[in-house]
């Protein structure tokens, strides 16, 4: 039964990525912090076949995109409080979101069936770069996130730029049709091989999230499945604007994603083979892993951790245990 599920899911899949093209509607809303006297922040958007936005862009910083999931746009608020965080704690990066909204916005196979264009037109939008600027800009030096379909998108674009991208963060890959009902090929989907660091953080694993091991390094808060514990109670869920447990603990790789930023609260789990191990505190001398923008990349495994139910989400002992292995410090973040 399962190599049925599988045959139709590739089917679909394959075909959908042989009729992958680049999109033109495809906006890439870009964020900076400016180094213009007064100005916190600089916007502006760059489109493929439209010049006029790229001479904004500042060569001489990293660059790094983020692409949403399944019905959502980049215009939501959510999106820009994420891209401001990002460029708070990490100014020397110009991070775009692609907003592919308008083939978001319909039911999930259909766009399901787009993340091929979008992850084309992102590798085009970077090679395109890549030869306006030749000695600053380079696939190498550029990070992709994507959250739910958002991810697998990520991941194409990194297979169109041959896996030379430095960074991708899968924010819960999305399970349906993907590893649910039965696992494709990596080719329809995140894997290592799509960039030189592969992290993902499951939230949902094996309902909404991918239910497989997807990275270099995967992360799994509180197990890395539903509910996560800020979506034990309705009370918990301010944040999410979403009262289903499951959907709530997919949205909930974005929130730690966006809180993750923040240096001094750093998201760190144990090496271990399994949440039952770690809960039982098996794992606690193992190596450490640090998830997000300020990872030190190098991490390779599985790692466990635990989160409070609500903000700042780490626990403490976390942060205190980071302090003691890499001598963090307010003045000298992480990174």
């Not at 916005?105 to 306006?132: C, H, N, P, W």
């Not at 030190?296 to 976390?318: E, H, I, N």
């Amino acid at each position: 039964m399962k190599n049925s599920f599988r045959y139709l899911q590739e089917n679909m899949l394959r075909n959908s990525l042989k009729r992958a093209q680049i999109n033109y509607d495809i906006l890439f809303e870009c964020q900076s912090q400016s180094v213009k006297k007064f100005v916190n922040q600089e916007n502006f958007i760059l489109q493929m076949g439209d010049l006029r936005g790229f001479h904004r862009l500042d060569p001489t910083k990293k660059l790094a995109f983020f692409l949403h999931g399944w019905n959502d746009e980049g215009s939501k608020e959510w999106v820009s409080e994420l891209l401001f965080t990002w460029t708070r704690f990490k100014p020397n990066y110009c991070v775009c979101v692609v907003d592919w909204g308008h083939l978001s916005q319909s039911d999930y196979k259909t766009a399901s069936m787009s993340i091929f264009d979008v992850g084309l037109t992102v590798g085009a939008i970077v090679e395109f770069l890549e030869r306006l600027w030749p000695n600053y800009i380079t696939r190498r030096n550029v990070t992709i996130a994507g959250y739910s379909l958002g991810a697998h998108a990520a991941g194409y674009a990194g297979a169109v730029l041959n896996g030379e991208v430095e960074h991708i963060i899968g924010l819960d890959p999305a399970g349906p049709l993907f590893t649910l009902p039965a696992v494709v090929s990596t080719e329809f989907r995140l894997d290592p091989s799509d960039a030189q660091f592969v992290q993902i953080l499951h939230t949902s694993s094996g309902t909404l999230g991918v239910g497989i091991k997807s990275g270099h390094a995967d992360f799994y808060p509180n197990g890395g499945a539903a509910p996560q514990r800020n979506c034990n109670s309705f009370l918990q869920l301010a944040d999410l604007s979403n009262t289903n447990p499951i959907a709530c603990s997919h949205s909930t790789a974005a929130v730690f994603f966006k809180q993750s930023m923040n240096p001094e609260y750093p998201f760190i789990g144990y090496h271990c083979d399994s949440y039952f191990s770690y809960s039982r505190g098996y794992c606690s001398k193992n190596r450490y892993g640090r998830f997000g923008v300020h990872s030190q990349r190098t991490s390779r495994g599985d790692f466990y951790f635990d989160t409070q139910s609500k903000k700042p989400y780490v626990k403490s002992t976390a942060k205190q245990r980071w302090s003691t292995v890499i001598g963090f410090t307010r003045k000298q973040p992480a990174g």
